[in-house]
């Protein structure tokens, strides 16, 4: 999935997953003028930890019905689930969690991606 088209067709797609479980504060990031190894971010914040199980398995179903399955998946744990698609890493967070890593402050060069809200 090296083309950019299909990537910014996956970036939305778990955007919408996302969106429509109600994930709050999600955020895409554009790292590839930043980082020689990694493409985009999508970081979300779930609420509780069911609400990230619920957010992985939304996610994970969602794109295994496209014939899309994760090369990884890192957790799940109460705190933040890994799944990574290749180009896309999405980080699942609770808030304690994305509050302690930061990973926008530690990406702050990188571009935020425009993201459409769910259909």
Known sequence: MTNPRDADRLIQEVYR??????AEDIVGLDLRKV???????????GTSTPHLEALERAVREGLEELGIAPE????PSARWVLLNYGPLWIHLMSPEARAYYD?????ADAERLALSPAI
């Open 72 to 75: 990884s998946v890192e957790g």
């Open 17 to 22: 997953i996302l969106d429509q479980k109600k």
């Open 35 to 45: 980082s020689d190894s990694l493409d985009y971010f999508l970081i979300a914040t």
């Open 103 to 107: 990973l926008e402050g530690l990406w």
